[in-house]
C-alpha cells in the first residue's frame, strides 16, 4: 500500500497565502514506481477537479483558474509535492486531495486538507 499524508490546510483571509504538503510512504515499489503527484480539490457539491501536477521530471499542469498564483513542486528524494497557493480567493475554498500515480499499480489518494479562504 501507499500512502499519502497531507498537511497545511486551514483558514486564511483572501490574498493570503498557503503551502500545502503531502509525503508518501508505505510500500517501497510502490514509491519508486510513482510518476506523476498532484493536487485536487473538492468543493461542498461540486467534482473533485485538477488543481496541478507535476511529473517525475519536473513537467507542470495547472488549472487555468490557479495558473499565476500556485505553484506546484517536487521533492523526488523525499517523495513530497508541495503546493504554494497565493493570492488566494473565496472560490479557493475546498477540500484538498494529494494524488499519485504509479503507473501499472494504479492511482492513490490522500485523505483531504480543508482549505477555506474568508472574504
Known amino acids: 500500500q501507499l500512502q499519502l499524508v497531507e498537511s497545511g490546510g486551514g483558514l486564511v483571509q483572501a490574498g493570503g497565502s498557503l503551502k500545502l504538503s503531502c509525503a508518501a510512504s508505505?510500500?517501497?515499489?510502490?514509491?519508486?514506481?510513482?510518476?506523476?503527484m498532484g493536487w485536487f480539490r473538492q468543493a461542498p457539491g461540486k467534482q473533485r477537479d485538477l488543481v496541478a501536477v507535476?511529473?517525475?521530471?519536473?513537467?507542470?499542469n495547472y488549472a487555468d483558474s490557479v495558473k499565476g498564483r500556485f505553484t506546484i513542486t517536487r521533492d523526488n528524494a523525499k517523495s513530497t509535492v508541495y503546493l504554494q497557493m497565493n493570492s488566494l480567493k473565496p472560490g479557493d475554498t475546498a477540500v484538498y486531495y494529494c494524488?499519485?500515480?504509479?503507473?501499472?499499480?494504479?492511482?492513490?489518494w490522500g485523505q483531504g486538507t480543508q482549505v477555506t479562504v474568508s472574504s
Open positions: 494524488n499519485a500515480d504509479t503507473g501499472g499499480w494504479g492511482a492513490f
Open positions: 508505505g510500500n517501497t515499489k510502490l514509491i519508486v514506481s510513482i510518476t506523476t
Open positions: 507535476v511529473t517525475s521530471g519536473g513537467r507542470t
